[in-house]
T-cell receptor, first 111, second 117 residues
């Protein structure tokens, strides 16, 4: 049973515009959430995380929003750049050493 | 700074052959270590994790096994590969977790592309 879901397999956005990636989870015990970026044939790179005690965390062009009541989080990338074209994974944990990953969203930034 | 290495980068093996993938971490001590597999077009599936030397927890029953002979070394093995073992294998490390004053963030290695023919 997949506890973390990324329902949009792909997203296309114009360079300079905002990219919004969404993620839903079902396990109410999750209290730490992460986003990773992955290029083909490479390992995922950690982007940004958020604890359940917050509803927003910002790092440069990346902002993660958490809505605990809706069990939903999103990643905003502003402005989108060509190098942002990659697969983005959402992940969550409840402090038992395991991360549960979504299936990923492929982002394509158009020039 | 911490770095994580995996080798080989790519591997093509016949069905029924053995497997050994190695992962080492530098720049940290007592890490938690993880093996994941990403099948084509799928997310990341946790296979094994380890919180210390000789301590291995398996998440998915299969013909793979893992060992941790040293603090910063994690090995993924199989005695006989199956076609279904093909995929992209990733090793990751994390600190000891929140209870030990760390975080749950995991950092991944470059991966090994395994093709079983």
């Amino acid at each position: 049973d997949q506890q973390v879901k990324q329902n949009s397999p792909s997203l296309s956005v114009q360079e300079g515009r905002i990219s919004i990636l969404n993620c839903d989870y079902t396990n109410s015990m999750f209290d730490y959430f992460l986003w990773y970026k992955k290029y083909p044939a490479e390992g995922p790179t950690f982007l940004i995380s958020i604890s359940s005690i917050k509803d927003k965390n910002e790092d440069g062009r990346f902002t993660v929003f958490l809505n605990k009541s809706a069990k939903h989080l999103s990643l905003h990338i502003v402005p989108s750049q060509p190098g942002d074209s990659a697969v983005y994974f959402c992940a969550a944990t409840d402090n038992d050493y395991k991360l549960s990953f979504g299936a990923g969203t492929t982002v394509t930034v158009r020039a | 700074s911490q770095t994580i290495h995996q080798w080989p980068a790519t591997l093509v093996q016949p069905v029924g052959s053995p497997l050994s993938l190695e992962c080492t971490v530098e720049g940290t001590s007592n890490p938690n270590l993880y093996w994941y597999r990403q099948a084509a077009g799928r997310g990341l599936q946790l296979l094994f994790y380890s919180v210390g030397i000789g301590q291995i927890s398996s998440e998915v029953p299969q013909n793979l096994s893992a060992s941790r002979p040293q603090d910063r070394q994690f090995i993924l093995s199989s005695k006989k590969l199956l076609l279904s073992d093909s995929g992209f294998y990733l090793c990751a490390w994390s600190s000891r977790g929140r209870l030990a004053g760390g975080t749950d963030t995991q950092y991944f290695g470059p991966g090994t592309r395994l093709t079983v023919l």
